[in-house]
């Protein structure tokens, strides 16, 4: 009756997903602080940083995809 | 019972109970990053105002599905779901909400609606009316789930956060960069609000439709009844419930920008993941988590216990609380016109019994949060503890320099001079703390 699996399947995903944002925002903020001590590799910290900004703002947009169901009907093919 | 009447009062009062669940729930998503500074709170309302609206129209799904399960409503056991059934569900549901609100408790407005209407329907319609084994596995399960879930994920979002933040060099991490990120961290909050709780309402103003004859069963909502519930909950949310948002914002820990983006993710990956699964978790409890996990999180952050426990009594109380007033109205109701005409009257004037009360100590956007407010330009606002800390250590270097100063054997007069001197004395060394600090 009680579904435990479903119970798992939302921690597990809550988990992964909170700490696979946070992470990558996290170095971003760090390559960006990096970067403004200057020093040689600055550019290259900078580019770092707007890469890790971008993966976590595609997670994040995966994830509005997942919720609306129009939208993941459209682009992933399932609902 | 003139059938129009009782649909017309449901429907309104309905759209009032989205409403006070839009105040009730601003919090959630607004609460930390106006703590933090990351946004103004008249700023914050907005957004989240416009979110929800945006949210509860993206998605009708959970309205589809709504109070399918927890209330046996087939022929075939001859229970039947009546508008004025709904109609004292609703107000329990209604003035539970309004009263936790004069607390400033952030309790669950969905539980406060089941509990409603779940006493509403055994007193309407005896006890086989509810299913309990829904009732426990879809509500009072997840009510425990939920706020350990997103509290967990918080912890560990903090630690990693700080964590990856740290610098070997001793330079500074700069972490005010998560401020920005808290702008949209709240908004995905608010949007995930929008798609879950405007829909309850769309579905109860369905069901209502259903039951009185007006609607087909199994069809979807009406376009003006998701226009008017995304409105009423978005007019809601950009009232704003401010009592609710000092509790979360400040009362339960104090929130740095990391830790305010961990507890928002954290929050908002719980909502989806559970939406996404076909899981109905209440957003007011996976912020309360989420905010009490990333205070464990932080070194230094301490999170005041009592604060979380008057929050979960709350908890405790909400589904009986709504189902005990839903069941009075309930029993009311029954009596017919008068009945409902008489919960309708008592009802409004409870809740401006509560109004009034409120007007005593009136909590706004301009003192929510004003302590912090004001230091929310700067990055490093100490705890309190750290601060204690400092002071403790500034007191037994004052009481050390005091005692060398006796040990000195220098005149009384001397003496009492330099005990006015370890005062700045005492500011030295902090600010040499502080140096060694950063």
């Not at chain 1, 988990?15 to 944002?21: F, L, Y």
């Not at chain 2, 998503?29 to 945006?54: D, E, S, W, Y």
């Not at chain 2, 996976?286 to 999170?303: C, D």
Request: with cysteine; net charge positive.
């Amino acid at each position: 009756m009680i579904d435990w699996a479903a119970f798992g399947i939302v921690a597990v995903v809550t988990w992964v997903s909170a700490m696979c944002i946070v992470a990558a925002y996290s170095f971003a903020v760090r390559l960006l602080a990096v970067a403004r001590d200057g020093g040689s590799t600055a550019m290259l910290n900078k580019v770092g940083a707007v890469f890790f900004f971008a993966v976590c703002g595609l997670i994040v947009l995966f994830g509005i995809v997942l919720i609306v169901p129009v939208l993941s009907e459209n682009i992933l093919g399932f609902s | 019972m003139d059938l129009t009447l009782i649909v017309v009062l449901v429907i309104s009062l309905a759209l009032f109970f989205d409403f006070t669940n839009g105040f009730h729930d601003t919090a959630n998503a607004m609460a930390t990053p106006i703590a933090t500074g990351a946004i103004t709170p008249k700023k914050a309302v907005l957004l989240a105002a416009i979110l929800n609206l945006v949210g509860a129209f993206l998605s009708t799904e959970v309205a589809k599905t709504i109070s399918g399960g927890i209330i046996n409503e087939d022929a075939a056991t001859g229970v039947s779901i009546t508008p004025d059934m709904i109609f004292a569900g609703l107000m329990g549901a209604v003035i539970w909400n309004v009263l936790t609100w004069l607390l400033g408790l952030p309790s669950s407005s969905s539980h406060a609606l089941f509990g409603g209407l779940v006493g509403a329907a055994i007193v309407g319609a005896g006890f086989g009316a509810v299913d309990y084994g829904v009732l426990l596995s879809k509500v009072l399960l997840p009510a425990l789930c939920a706020p350990v879930i997103a509290g967990v994920s918080a912890y560990l979002c903090t630690k990693l956060a700080y964590s990856i933040t740290r610098r070997q060099s001793g330079s500074s991490p700069k972490r005010g960069g998560f401020r920005y990120g808290q702008i949209f961290s709240s908004s995905l909050v608010a949007l995930a609000h929008g798609t879950n709780d405007a829909q309850k309402t769309m579905g109860v103003i369905t069901l209502t439709l259903v039951a009185s004859g007006l609607q087909e069963a199994n069809t979807g909502p009406h376009m003006w009844v998701i226009a008017s519930c995304a409105f009423a909950i978005a007019l809601g949310t950009y009232t704003g419930g401010w009592r609710i948002i000092r509790t979360m914002g400040s009362g339960l820990t104090d929130v740095k920008p990391a830790q305010g983006f961990s507890a928002e993710v954290s929050t908002a990956s719980a909502i989806l993941a559970s939406s996404h699964l076909g899981f109905a978790l209440s957003t007011t409890q996976v912020a309360s988590g989420s905010v009490i996990g990333s205070g464990l999180g932080r070194k230094g952050a301490e999170v005041r216990w009592g604060t979380a426990g008057r929050i979960a009594l709350g908890w405790l109380f909400t589904l009986p609380a709504a189902a005990i007033v839903g069941g009075v109205a309930a029993a009311l109701a029954h009596l017919g016109t008068i009945g409902v005409v008489a919960v309708a009257v008592l009802g409004v004037g409870v809740l401006v019994v509560f109004w009034v009360l409120s007007r005593r100590e009136v909590v706004g956007h301009e003192n929510a949060m004003s302590d912090i407010d004001n230091s929310g330009a700067a990055v490093n606002i100490l705890s309190k503890k750290e601060r204690r800390k400092r002071e403790r250590a500034a007191r037994k270097a004052a009481e050390k320099e005091q005692k060398s100063a006796k040990q000195a054997k220098q005149p009384a007069a001397v003496s009492s001079e330099t005990s006015g001197e370890t005062e700045s004395g005492t500011d030295s060394t902090q600010g040499t703390e502080k140096g060694q600090k950063k």
